[in-house]
């Protein structure tokens, strides 16, 4: 077989070929200044992407830190109260309050879940009453008020499905009425989005937003959260039957799919970091309001080894969370809210 000869290179030929490379582009040449990187970045990030986890405990005036986390405390219903106003000054649209319930008040039935006078429920309605204009998030599941751990209710050593749906929409109605703007069913269990959206219509509730936990995986980074909240050293066994496989993607899909027909109005990935992969596949898929939660253990890690010298933490917090926004996240869940905000209000060039 002959081949084709090459055709003559010249002058106009070699011009187009070195017009898509090196020297004709230098893609230093935007790199070079703090204001050109700004102006360029393909995704940004500021403090209306977070939504800041609050840990509420009884008492008054208590701030209780929580050892596996530096720098995150319980807080008490008045001093969440104050965290809401510093959010609120910061720019922060929304907390996140999650409950460290006694363990007197902890059952197998979860019953602490429809007390209107929950500490979550208080802490709602205490926000409200104050004025402040950020969104209150409550998570909707059973494991910060079961003596087991379990997100649903366990019986004869399995959680039982149908039976924790009924629970978790009775505990959104309560949750609903104290004022919740946002409820975030984060339990897996199947159904529960549709069974909570058909409640909260049939009530009259129908500004209630629905952030659905969709891909929720069973992961080792939770660790310090259930310290936080009072339910690790209780946790019997562990949460697989339920929770989403590490190694699944395209199941992670299919459990979008299924929320958003049932009227999710938008959805999460959890844990963050690791699943950066998931982040992506949802919001291109999907194109719906996608977030997600940097989860304990990678906010545990970051502020460990910024402990030990090891890294910067400043730059680490805001690469981290800029990370969640170039894969594809609407807003991110973390611990790192106020500080990555006030980073960002005084010196924005650390990303």
């Known amino acids: 077989m002959t081949l084709p000869k090459s055709a003559p290179r010249t002058a106009a030929t070699a011009q187009s070929a070195s017009a898509?490379?090196?020297?004709?582009?230098?893609?230093?040449?935007?790199?070079r200044a703090a204001w050109s990187r700004r102006l360029v970045a393909e995704a940004t990030l500021s403090p209306s992407d977070f939504i800041w986890p609050l840990f509420v405990i009884e008492g008054e005036g208590r701030r209780e830190p929580v050892a596996t986390m530096p720098?995150?405390?319980?807080?008490?219903?008045?001093?969440?109260?104050?965290?809401?106003r510093e959010a609120e000054a910061?720019?922060?649209?929304?907390?996140?309050?999650?409950?460290?319930?006694?363990?007197?008040l902890r059952s197998d039935d979860a019953r602490e879940a429809l007390n209107p006078e929950n500490l979550v429920c208080r802490a709602t309605r205490a926000v409200k009453a104050a004025g402040i204009g950020v969104g209150i998030v409550l998570d909707v599941a059973l494991?910060?008020?079961?003596?087991?751990?379990h997100d649903g209710l366990l019986v004869d050593g399995k959680i039982v499905n149908d039976e924790t749906v009924a629970m978790l929409v009775r505990q959104s109605l309560i949750q609903a009425e104290a004022g919740a703007d946002i409820l975030a069913p984060s339990d897996m269990m199947d159904g529960r989005i549709g069974a909570?959206?058909?409640?909260l219509e049939e009530a009259g509730r129908t500004d209630t937003q629905i952030m659905s936990y969709a891909a929720k995986y069973a992961s080792?980074?939770?660790?310090?959260?259930r310290d936080a909240v009072g339910s690790g050293g209780l946790l019997k066994g562990d949460k697989r039957t339920y929770q989403m496989d590490p190694a699944n993607s395209d199941e992670a899909m299919r459990e979008v799919a299924l929320d958003l027909a049932e009227g999710a109005d938008m959805v999460m990935v959890k844990p963050g970091m690791p699943y950066l992969d998931i982040v992506r596949r949802v919001s291109e898929t999907f194109a719906v309001p996608t977030f997600a939660y940097q989860v304990s253990g990678e906010y545990a890690m970051i502020m460990s080894a910024a402990g030990n010298g090891w890294l910067d933490a400043d730059k680490t917090i805001l690469e981290s969370l800029l990370a969640f926004k170039r894969a594809g996240a609407s807003g991110i869940f973390t611990y790192f809210a106020p500080h990555a905000a006030k980073l960002l209000r005084t010196d924005p060039s650390k990303i």
């Open 20 to 31: 898509g490379g090196y020297p004709a582009v230098r893609l230093r040449r935007t790199r």
């Open 71 to 84: 720098g995150v405390a319980r807080l008490s219903v008045d001093l969440i109260v104050e965290a809401a």
């Open 90 to 104: 910061l720019g922060i649209p929304a907390i996140a309050l999650f409950p460290n319930t006694d363990p007197s």
């Open 143 to 149: 494991d910060p008020y079961t003596s087991h751990g």
């Open 196 to 199: 909570i959206r058909r409640a």
């Open 220 to 225: 080792a980074f939770y660790g310090p959260f």
